[in-house]
């Protein structure tokens, strides 16, 4: 069993994540990772919440418009390349047939593009989602006549959407039973 002894902490944080309550404990420090204090000050300053609800919106639309065509182009470029390629089936790469290493390195190739998103639309996100999560409703009390506003906050596209989405929150908590 280890045991970790702190003499000096700031405080405490807490976050509901996948029905889980995660505890961080902030502790004090005499070093500083430059890089993500700045980072968060220009977070912070840098992106509006109206301006953060318009690009969720145009990138929902955006990725959906984008997805059929960009997956159709990608497939036909793919194609065209192994197509083309000049493979020895008797050779192998790193031991494993050539087919299956082109494969993975296709898959590892568009991984490393996935892995390189905007982060502070990602934080943003974050942020927008532990919102949604903190005021959403209680399904449990759901009727026809009481149904549940938008649980993900999926239709939320501007602040007055927002408080609109709230004021349904509250109104479906006045008329639930209470327990």
């Not at 182009?73 to 082109?102: E, M």
Request: net charge positive; glycine share 6%; hydrophobic share 40%.
């Amino acid at each position: 069993m280890r045991c970790l002894i702190v003499t000096e902490w700031t405080g405490f944080q807490s976050a509901q994540v996948s029905g889980f309550r995660l505890l961080f404990i902030r502790f004090k420090s005499s070093t500083t990772n430059s890089k993500i204090d700045v980072f968060s000050k220009n977070f912070q300053d840098s992106l509006s919440w109206n301006e953060f609800l318009y690009l969720r919106r145009q990138n929902l639309r955006s990725g959906l418009i984008a997805s059929i065509p960009s997956s159709f182009v990608g497939l036909s470029l793919g194609y065209f390349y192994f197509a083309t390629i000049q493979v020895d089936p008797t050779q192998t790469i790193f031991g494993i047939d050539p087919f299956v290493v082109y494969l993975l390195a296709t898959l590892a190739s568009g991984g490393a593009g996935w892995l390189l998103g905007r982060p502070i639309v990602q934080e943003k996100e974050r942020d927008f989602f532990l919102h949604i999560q903190k005021n959403r409703v209680d399904p449990r009390y759901q009727s026809i006549n009481n149904p549940v506003p938008d649980y993900y906050g999926e239709k939320i596209g501007s602040l007055s959407d927002y408080r609109r989405w709230l004021r349904d929150c509250r109104a479906y908590r006045k008329k639930a039973p209470i327990e």
